[in-house]
T-cell receptor, first 115, second 114 residues
Framework: AQSVSQHNHHVILSEAASLELGCNYS??????LFWYVQYPGQHLQLLLK??????LVKGIKGFEAEFIKSKFSFNLRKPSVQWSDTAEYFC?????????????FGAGTRLAVHP | KAGVTQTPRYLIKTRGQQVTLSCSPI?????VSWYQQTPGQGLQFLFE???????NKGNFPGRFSGRQFSNSRSEMNVSTLELGDSALYLC?????????????FGEGSRLTVL
């Protein structure tokens, strides 16, 4: 079955701490991978995506993610978080062929950053 | 450019009733997807429409249906409501000529079933 697993449901960090949010997926075939973010009171928006090529992708606001095919993982990282990174983060996968906009999302990770 | 607009924003129904939710995509976007968001489950894909045709469907019972009009506006309907249908229903649109997987989400319609 196609699924996405996010290991941490809640993460609490202090400003300047490093962040890594885990994401593992189960999907047969070639995939595209995404991280979406929802800031308090705002819409879900795309943070970064991986289609092919360099497995280390960079997104907005200093976030990056690494695709490790052998581990079926796509972990999100940021070297130094800010209070404004407080949000809920969703990892998602879709089939690279014919997936269109059918994304399989994880349950989300709520990140709280304390000043 | 106006974003994705969903109406109504909030609604309360009782079991057995039906509900219709509406979504107006960003101008020029022809793909509209619907997702159900519940605490602990994340977002679950319901269906996607493109040029008035259902292009993909998730694993929801037949009580959940949708359609898209010629102006790309979309509606979803849930019949014979159950308590478990209480959720935030999100609509997302995407540009027609780029298969980027980037979805532009609306604020959602929060449905409470009593």
């Amino acid at each position: 079955a196609q699924s996405v697993s996010q290991h941490n449901h809640h993460v609490i960090l202090s400003e300047a701490a490093s962040l890594e949010l885990g994401c593992n997926y189960s999907y047969g075939g070639t995939v595209n991978l995404f991280w979406y973010v929802q800031y308090p009171g705002q819409h879900l928006q795309l943070l970064l995506k991986y289609f092919s090529g360099d497995p280390l992708v960079k997104g907005i606001k200093g976030f990056e993610a690494e695709f490790i095919k052998s581990k079926f993982s796509f972990n999100l990282r940021k070297p130094s978080v800010q209070w404004s990174d407080t949000a809920e983060y969703f990892c998602a996968v879709r089939g690279a062929s014919g997936g269109y906009n059918k994304l399989i999302f994880g349950a989300g990770t709520r990140l709280a950053v304390h000043p | 450019k106006a974003g994705v607009t969903q109406t109504p924003r909030y609604l309360i129904k009782t079991r057995g009733q039906q509900v219709t939710l509406s979504c107006s995509p960003i101008s020029g976007h022809r793909s509209v997807s619907w997702y159900q968001q519940t605490p602990g489950q994340g977002l679950q894909f319901l269906f996607e429409y493109f040029s008035e045709t259902q292009r993909n469907k998730g694993n929801f019972p037949g009580r959940f249906s949708g359609r898209q009009f010629s102006n790309s506006r979309s509606e979803m309907n849930v019949s014979t409501l159950e308590l478990g249908d209480s959720a935030l229903y999100l609509c997302a649109s995407s540009p027609p000529d780029r298969n980027t997987g980037e979805l532009f989400f609306g604020e959602g319609s929060r449905l409470t079933v009593l």
